[in-house]
């Protein structure tokens, strides 16, 4: 189905930098776990306007050192300037970073489009701004939308945008957590008809948590199919069984995706090892290296 489906499957586990001194202390454990499946790269979110860009600085160097795994920085753009942009570039390359992860992040509604304040208003522009200063260094991965962005005019110029980071040069696409596989594979033969050859890979979010998802999921425009959210509504006292059912609904997604051909999975794991090592397990994806 993706063009790039004859490589080996590739798999990535997103972090984000821990908010908490308690978060700090249990996250290495968390990296060590996830280290055991052996993904191809972790990768570590990043605020927009740059709120937290120490601690995804740190996250990084921190499980590069910790695992010898590739860590790949969110890099988010709006709101900043190519100076500072620039400079936070070169300092992932002097600490060894290839792979980045280049986005536009989200300001407030009224401060986004292309009156926003900074000199980047689309990740497009940043990546042509990072193929322009450090060539080829870094593999790019940008965001997709199989169930399109919620600030997009419609479905089309949504692709239409998708299609400018591809041709600024990103190398692959990790898209945004949906439910209904149908809709990525749509996006795949959207960017099969357009000539993209880059591997989009699905992103997962696990189900663990009723208020979370439901939060998470308004504000990114990822649809919860009926079916789920009434047995989410009816479950969200009861932890264990809601995720039993998440665990079980993920798991069927993944199977399929994989089955139909997706290059890889891309797990959110929140920070949390035991969901994404229950998921691969179902899976029954390659045994851990120990
Ligand atoms: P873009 O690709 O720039 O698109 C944003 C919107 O602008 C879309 O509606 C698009 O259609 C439109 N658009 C693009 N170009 C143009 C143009 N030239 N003219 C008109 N309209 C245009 N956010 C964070 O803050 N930190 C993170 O670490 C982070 N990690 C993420 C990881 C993944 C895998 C994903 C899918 C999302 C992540 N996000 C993160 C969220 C992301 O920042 C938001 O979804 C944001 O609203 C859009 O970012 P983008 O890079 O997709 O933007």
Redesign the pocket.
């Known amino acids: 189905m993706n063009s790039a489906a004859a490589q080996p499957l590739q798999f990535s586990f997103e972090l984000f930098p821990p908010r908490t001194p308690e978060g700090a202390a249990k996250l290495p454990a968390i990296v060590a776990q996830l280290a055991t499946l052996q993904p191809k790269y972790f990768s570590v979110?990043?605020?927009?306007g740059g709120s937290d860009q120490d601690g995804t600085y740190d996250t990084v160097v921190r499980v590069v050192e910790d695992t010898g795994i590739d860590a790949a920085p969110?890099l988010?753009c709006v709101g900043s300037s190519r100076a500072k942009i620039s400079a936070l570039l070169d300092r992932y390359e002097a600490a060894g970073v290839k792979r980045i992860?280049a986005?536009?992040?989200?300001l407030p509604a009224t401060a986004l489009g292309a009156s926003a304040p900074g000199d980047f208003h689309?990740?497009?522009e940043l990546v042509q701004f990072i193929r322009e200063t450090h060539g080829e260094h870094f593999h790019l991965e940008?965001?997709a939308?199989p169930e399109t962005?919620p600030?997009?005019a419609n479905p089309d110029?949504?692709f239409v945008?998708?299609r400018?980071?591809v041709e600024a040069g990103a190398n692959a696409a990790?898209?945004?957590y949906f439910f209904v596989a149908e809709a990525y594979f749509d996006f795949v033969e959207r960017c099969t008809r357009a000539g993209i050859a880059i591997p989009v890979i699905p992103?997962i979010m696990p189900i663990t948590n009723h208020g979370q998802l439901t939060r998470f999921s308004a504000a990114?425009g990822a649809d919860i199919p009926r079916w789920i959210r009434l047995r989410l509504e009816q479950l969200q006292n009861d932890k264990p069984s809601l995720q039993a059912f998440g665990l079980d609904v993920i798991t069927r997604l993944c199977e399929s995706l994989l089955k139909a051909g997706a290059p890889g999975l891309?797990f959110y794991t929140l920070n949390q090892a035991e969901t994404t090592l229950r998921l691969w397990q179902n899976l029954g994806l390659p045994a851990p290296h120990y």
């Open positions: 979110t990043y605020g927009a969110h988010t992860v986005l536009r992040g989200d689309y990740a497009s940008v965001a939308y962005h600030q997009a110029a949504d945008n998708f400018r980071k990790i898209t945004q992103g990114c891309h």
